[in-house]
């Protein structure tokens, strides 16, 4: 038997949204085996083994624990201290194929147990190098067969001998992997509800003095109006609040509740836990300082923590949390330390740092925007602004979405998730950088070798604005809350002043705005007619997307007249306006309109400056591109063979455990398993060696240096159109003596390319993000930082956001005179690298340059590319929770 793999352990959300544990059988498991099998039914019993079966022999036992962990696999499911699930698989047919099967306690059916275990068998099974399940299931188990019916697979059914012979391949398809993401966030939601909304609370720590954070906390509760029951619990019962009764413990509690929040000294946090799991206790809220952000014992104290919690089927929010806030009727939640509930509204607010989160409320009043949810994940131990947007995705009281991250602990995920987030509704980050030295103490994150403008892309692909700070954040949200999305980036610009209407036009275009209509610019002491009508002209012309006012205070009161009918006019319209009315204070009642069809209101968004306006304007307008772009499926291209490319990288990792760098023909082999062809090259150790290479490739050929630490310009400057042998043996001349003494004169002759546009394809495996894509055009362009960046596993519209994404990308659209580049098949090329990165996470880096592009295809000159032992990737396909 092989070491048990640890690796396959995991922490799950199930559909009813408890927590639950999946991890491999043990032999120690004998006794669990036993009692859960005789809990069964004789029904469930019958199902499974297809014969009575009262109780397991002892050599049933051995059997069923005792696995291989290879040819045979068996993961058992827990919730607390009971078993509850287990699903197995034995591979015949040289390992190829795996019969499948599960088995679920009766109390635990239909709560989506054997979709989980099926989910982490597939995963396992591709990582043993299992291609297909087979399972026999009884026609009358309609539950089993619709695990694997509904799971997305191409399931091949027949009926033999009173048997439904299933069978299908556990490669991930299209359809699987969108009843994973549905089930997943279905799961997480449902899991973050008693959280969120809950019916019933109790505040662990509510002293009788008033300063003290439990006592603080559970005023707030109170003040705030929460409409569901309440509870206060204090160990120390004689400290008395007038008419309100106190529980010693949350086990003495008259009825479970849905969320515990815990006010008490960090050491006494693990026994108010355990007596949330004796309760039933759904989720809890960690209030407490003194965890993972005081060092070492705090670090081990929080990870008992969430060991308790997640045993006990809870989310945890914290530790170290400031709080959460549900401002909705009838909710209207204040479990913070916020002074006072916001006023209702669409916005949706997530804050890792608690002192940043009383900022984002005090903004968000300013600003006179209305909160649905405020969440502050503190040290964020389990609940993450991941898991709050799965619970936004859904939730139709929240239309826009702000969320200020200090750390990203798994950004696959986050993109993943942030990207169906955004396809319903906005989505705003703050992320003040990536480096290790913006994350707070007390968050558990792997650091990163990608560059900055990585994670920019990441949020690009997801169609996430990405803001600098708290008054971008807001000048965008008050746009998106109150106005139209800009349907293009075509603006007017209307007001009564030269100075604004220059500032905003400049803005606008610096900011890939086109000023269509403008800027008009009435005289200082226009009439409010005049004023309407330039205004009911920039709306109506069918050449602008968004109006842009700006308006200076000439007489005394005037700012609210044209506030009032700024609010009359575009209230009528489908097209955004935004303005500045500087010289009047108070000016956002009268750019209120009145109640429309909808009931709704909708309000001019007004700000201090033009360029705020603008920016503002542009932001909103670039998520309307990324809403209405083509983002395509996922990149699958045709004639790749993972297992060969597996099978020949398992070969070198054998040899060198540490990795290495892969031979020219290792790469060739390697790429060639996803349909890549690389250029031959011969390598030549004279200039007569260089001849008869020359004369066997057949002219024109090319001299080169293929030494990774030679710079590209200098061998472009020996490159030539080589037609004669003297020109052969003297480029080789000339180039070895230029390079010997580097000890750089590794030299080979190739075919010379069609004349075209050199381009850079490059991947790499980075602990953070895992695979990173980076294109870019050779040369100047590349070496001046103009690469642009995606994180697999990508659409066909990333691939081609990515060509796009170069500054120097118009390069491709004119070769020489001769007309654009084979588009497609760069596009091809870059899907290829990109899947091979996604499904090869021992490919540590991989170097396509020069890919030459022309009209007539695309030719990869060299490669590149280094192997190591794959470093345990995050969001690996099959549901699990963060480890915290």
Known sequence: MTDYPQHWEADVVLRDGSVAQVRPIRPSDGDALRAFHDAQSPESTYLRFFAPMKHLSDKDVHRFTHVDYINRVALVLRSGDRLVGVGRFDRFDDGRKAEVAFNVADSFQGRGVGSVLLEHLAAIGLELGVEEFVADVLPQNVKMLSVFTEAGYAVKRAFEDGVVALSFPIEPTSAS????????????????????????????????????????????????????????????????????????????????????????????????????????????????????????????????????????????????????????????????????????????????????????????QLRGLGISQFVNAGNRVDVSGNDVMQYWIEHEETTLVGLYLESVGNPRKFSRIARRLSERKPVIVIKPGTSSYGVPAGHRVRGTHADPEAFQAMLDQAGVIRVDDLHRMFDVAQLLLHQPAPRGRRVAIVGNSDALGAIAADTAVSHGLEVTRGPVNLPAESALDDMREALRDAFADASVDAVVTNFMRQQQGDGHEVGAMLAEISSVSEKPCVTTILGVQGVSDSLASGTLEDGSRRVVPAYPLPEDAVRALALAAGRSDWTAADRGELVLPEGIDPEAAGALIDRVLEQSPHGRDLQPDEVQELLAAYGITVWPARPVKSASQAESAAKDIGYPVVVKSVSPRVRSQTITAVRADLRHKVAVRDAWTALHEALSPTGDAELVVQHMATPGVACVVESGEDPLFGPVLRFAISGAPEEMGDVGYRIPPLTTGDVSDLIDSVRAAPLLHNVGGGGVIDRPALEDLIARVAVLADQLPQVASLRLSPVNTHPGGVDVLDARCSVAPPQSRQDTGRRALSSG
């Open 177 to 364: 992997r969108q009843v994973v993401v549905a089930r997943e966030q279905r799961a997480e939601a449902t899991s973050l509800r008693a959280l969120l909304a809950p019916q019933s609370v109790a505040v662990v720590g509510v002293s009788e003095k008033p300063t003290r954070l439990g006592r603080r906390v559970w005023q707030q509760v109170v003040d705030g109006g929460f409409t569901g029951d309440l509870f206060a619990v204090n160990s120390s019962v004689h400290q008395a609040i007038p008419d309100v009764k106190i529980y010693e413990r949350v086990t003495d509690l008259p009825q479970p509740v849905d969320l515990v929040v815990i006010a008490v000294p960090a050491a006494a946090t693990l026994a108010v836990v355990d007596d949330c799991t004796t309760l039933g206790v759904r989720a809890v809220t960690v209030l407490s300082e003194g965890f993972a952000e005081a060092g070492g014992d705090g670090v081990r104290l929080q990870r008992e923590l969430l060991r308790r919690a997640r045993y006990g089927g809870m989310r945890v929010l914290g530790p170290n949390s400031f709080g959460l806030i549900n401002a909705e009727t009838p909710i209207r939640l204040n479990a913070s330390l916020a002074d006072r509930l916001p006023d209702p509204g669409g916005l949706g607010l997530f804050s890792q740092s608690g002192a940043l989160g009383v900022a984002v409320l005090d903004f968000a």
